[in-house]
């Protein structure tokens, strides 16, 4: 099982961007999923979570501008990002709680980083 993740690349403050994270491989049970990032010299942080139900959960910073969704068909989460500042700048991985087919336990898989640049 991987994940990729897409759409990062360079914005201007006050403009948006899509970043996709898509799960492929062994059969598997999509349960919840999400995204962090990890700005230059800070630690990872949460950025968002939302359960197969569509439930979300946002960190306060992002609250109002960020939107995750997901396409359990398609295996795919989704972080819509708007009204983007400076310091959303940072390195956003998304992850994936899965169950393989076949298995009782569940757990995290990562997809590589994308580079989300937000210009002044």
């Known amino acids: 099982v991987q994940l990729q993740a897409f759409g990062g690349g360079l914005v201007q403050s006050g403009g948006s961007l899509r970043l996709s994270c898509a799960a492929s491989?062994?059969?598997?049970?999509?349960?919840?999923g999400g995204w962090y990032r990890q700005a230059p010299g800070e630690q990872r942080n949460l950025v968002g979570t939302?359960?197969?139900?569509?439930?979300?959960v946002y960190a306060d910073s992002v609250k109002g501008r960020f939107t995750i969704s997901r396409d359990n068909d398609k295996n795919t989460v989704y972080l819509q990002m708007n009204s983007l500042k400076p310091e959303d700048t940072a390195v956003y991985y998304c992850?994936?709680?899965?169950?393989?087919?076949?298995?009782?336990?569940?757990?995290?898989?990562w997809g590589q980083g994308t580079l989300v640049t937000v210009s002044s």
């Open positions: 992850y994936g709680n899965l169950r393989l087919r076949g298995s009782f336990v569940s757990r995290d898989y």
């Open positions: 491989g062994s059969p598997f049970s999509f349960n919840f």
């Open positions: 939302i359960a197969r139900n569509g439930m979300t």
